[in-house]
């Protein structure tokens, strides 16, 4: 895109319409303030646009290139200048728009203020309602003091609105926030390498901001006022990615995000009841309008540090179609050989000498065959395949057989394009408009079909590279077992893909369980922090006998340390509780996060050493891990403990899948609780339902009441069997 010409305003006395009101936008150059001032132009608005086309804000102060549609408008007025030299004549003013955030001199803008006594509307950051101190929101915090004390001081009609992150044409990617980070990396694509520990996303499409900024201004009763710009209901990071996976296919869909519990913050509900605000623009085409803004100017985006080296995924995969195609092209040439036409000894014909008129016979028994009979065989085998082959295929991924199953798997891809290649035949037919209904439905199936053998096919090589990866944890494998997570993390980003368009395609659930892929995502997600790739991290896990009841979950026996070095397990060891010589005791409270602390707090106590988090498992999970019973007369956990940690780590045939199934559902049935010390680890199980914590009363549940019954053993026994 080429640079606006340096044709704007310097001189400080503007011409102005008398009968039309102005605008005065200081930032109008950034992201945000261009299309700000497009918006007003629209609405018959006379701009004057102020900037110092410095880069360096968060929201883009300094790209004249935004302006490329206003300056060609006669309303608009550009004045290069910074804020302190700053020194306009004139003659009326109604609307005063402060957008910018790099430290700018506000005291020339505030004497126009003054002067005009006209609207102000601050556009400040609502990250000043977070408790982090940090320097970028200085000016912010300090701006919002000083037109505020202004406004009182001289009576003048002020107020401010703190915006979240947005996004859309135009836009820079220095915010920090994960919607944006994964428009960036689909422009570079490296989407299908981002690894988040976010769980969703309240960025606001651009022209939702405008139009908020809009109401702020224009609104009555808004003098003196606050008010918060976010996305009142947050999106889910892992929709975003997928959308931008595919956008176009979302968009023709109808795809809607999934409904997330509303977040507010201190003026969001204010905001939205007193200027009748919601966002209007829908998610889906938000992004492609963005991502096809700067594909179709060919701006260049720079690239995310991902490191050093670049996963080649799918490079065997290539060079085997690669084959493929050589193969097909011999069998193509036929009797050519391969020395090319003419040369090679290449196929025999037979050669037939039949009377004239069975040759006719012949010919029109052939076509029958050839029109209707052939194809309906080849229609019928390739459904049976597909559907035989597919459910093989299902079954051996549930036990656990990942082999067996892609084996299966391109089996019943071989059937399903033996379908589609009799259904292509059938275009002309499917062109006259004849039996419209059916060829949609048969389009879907189709469709359907290799989605399905997609997410399956992602599903178990994501699963694949998950057991290579906990085989490298343990020594098993000498390799590091970072590019093992890193291609899982892929494969199964591109199953949720895969099952997402085959929920919507179908409206139902797809073959495989919504649930199972998300925690397949989250192992492939959880365990590379959890194994400490980058250095070394413990773990105290609590062995505790929920036949001997207490409110944490049960009477701790025996305890584990587990460490792990670089992404390796360096040492597990499991003792006796008496070898702490009783001192460990976590019984005050039943919330779990708290007792994970206290238990914490006693081990480092006692020992002198640290953990990064703590695991708690009773003697059900222990039983239902290892597939043994467990009575009451179940004591020594120390022994099944070890039993479990040597079967986890050093046996070569588990059935991970399954494995991972029981720890979901002993997660859910609270038999296994799991407490870390990272802040985006630990709020990644919450969102999952499993920290354990109990509900605090909160503005948000204030009206809700809680019933919790918690059981306490005090007789030294075993009767909560």
């Not at 004849?434 to 997410?455: G, N, R, T």
Request: proline residues 4%.
């Amino acid at each position: 895109m080429n640079q606006t010409t340096d044709s704007s305003i310097r001189k400080n006395s503007i011409l102005l319409s008398r009968n039309r009101p102005v605008a005065l936008v200081v930032g109008a150059a950034g992201f945000l303030g261009s299309h700000l001032v497009d918006k007003l132009l629209e609405k018959d608005i006379q701009v004057i646009g102020v900037d110092n086309l410095e880069t360096g804000s968060p929201r883009e102060a300094g790209k004249k290139e935004n302006l490329g549609i206003a300056v060609e408008n006669k309303d608009f007025h550009l004045i290069i200048e910074s804020g302190q030299r700053m020194d306009l004549d004139l003659d009326r003013l109604d609307y005063l728009f402060i957008l910018t955030e790099s430290p700018w001199d506000l005291n020339q803008i505030l004497e126009l203020f003054k002067k005009f006594k006209c609207r102000c509307l601050f556009v400040s950051s609502i990250d000043l309602y977070g408790k982090e101190s940090r320097k970028d929101l200085n000016w912010f915090k300090d701006s919002e003091s000083k037109i505020a004390k202004f406004a009182t001081d001289f009576n003048l009609n002020a107020r401010i609105l703190r915006l979240g992150p947005v996004y859309g044409p135009r836009m820079h990617f220095r915010t920090k926030d994960p919607l944006i980070r994964l428009i960036r990396q689909t422009l570079t694509n490296d989407l299908q390498q981002d690894i988040t520990l976010e769980f969703s996303s309240r960025a606001l499409y651009v022209l939702d901001a405008v139009d908020l900024v809009l109401r702020t201004m224009f609104a009555g009763s808004t003098a003196q006022k606050i008010f918060d710009g976010v996305l009142p209901v947050p999106i889910k990071v892992a929709e975003i990615k997928l959308v931008l996976l595919d956008p176009v296919w979302y968009e023709n869909k109808g795809f809607t995000p999934s409904e997330l519990p509303p977040w507010t913050t201190p003026n969001l509900e204010k905001t939205i009841e007193t200027l009748n605000w919601q966002p209007g623009c829908k998610l889906v085409a938000s992004l492609r309008k963005t991502l096809s803004y700067f594909k179709d100017n060919e701006i260049e985006v720079p690239e995310l540090e991902v490191g050093s080296e670049k996963l080649e995924v799918g490079k065997e995969e290539i060079q085997l179609d690669e084959q493929k195609k050589e193969e097909l092209e011999l069998f193509r040439r036929g009797s050519e050989g391969k020395g090319g036409r003419g040369k090679g000894k290449g196929i025999k014909w037979p050669k037939f000498s039949l009377p004239l008129p069975k040759i006719y016979l012949f010919g029109v028994l052939s076509l029958i065959t050839y029109a209707l009979i052939w194809p309906g065989l080849l229609l019928g085998w390739g459904i049976y395949t597909f559907q035989n082959q597919l459910n093989e295929g299902l079954k051996n991924f549930a036990n656990g057989e990942v082999e067996k199953s892609l084996g299966n798997i391109n089996r019943a891809n071989a059937g399903i394009a033996e379908v589609k290649s009799v259904y292509d035949s059938l275009e002309p037919f499917k062109k006259t408009g004849l039996l419209k209904s059916q060829f949609d439905q048969a389009d879907k199936f189709i469709e359907w079909s290799m989605l399905s053998i997609d997410l399956i096919k992602t599903a178990a090589i994501g699963e694949q590279y998950l057991l290579k990866s906990l085989k490298a944890v343990t020594g098993e494998k000498e390799q590091s077992p970072a590019d093992y997570f890193a291609n899982a993390q892929i494969e199964i980003a591109l199953a949720q893909q895969n099952l997402s368009k085959a929920e919507i395609l179908a409206r139902s659930s797809a073959v495989l369980s919504p649930d199972l892929i998300k925690r397949l995502s989250l192992v492939s997600i959880l365990l590379p922090n959890l194994t400490a790739q980058d250095g070394v991290k413990s773990y105290l896990v609590l062995l505790q006998n929920n036949l001997e009841l207490q409110p944490a979950g049960g009477i701790v026996m025996s305890f584990a340390k587990i460490s792990f070095e670089r992404g390796k397990l360096k040492k597990f060891e499991v003792k006796d509780v008496d070898s702490l010589e009783g001192k460990l005791n976590i019984y005050e409270e039943p919330d779990f996060p708290f007792n994970a602390r206290q238990a914490q707090w006693f081990y480092s106590k006692v020992t002198g050493e640290k953990v990064d988090g703590v695991i708690a498992m009773d003697a059900t999970a222990l039983g239902k891990l290892l597939a043994v019973p467990v009575s009451a007369e179940t004591n020594n956990l120390t022994d099944l403990a070890n039993q479990l940690f040597n079967k986890l780590f050093f046996l070569p045939q588990n059935n991970w899948l399954e494995i991972g199934a029981d720890i979901g559902s002993l997660l859910d049935e609270k038999h296994l609780s799991i407490y870390l010390n990272d802040p985006k680890l630990f709020s990644y199980l919450d969102s999952e339902g499993w920290a354990h914590n109990l509900p605090r009363q909160s503005e948000q549940n204030s009206n809700q009441d809680f019933l919790s019954l918690i059981e306490a053993n005090l007789g030294d026994n075993k009767v909560n069997r």
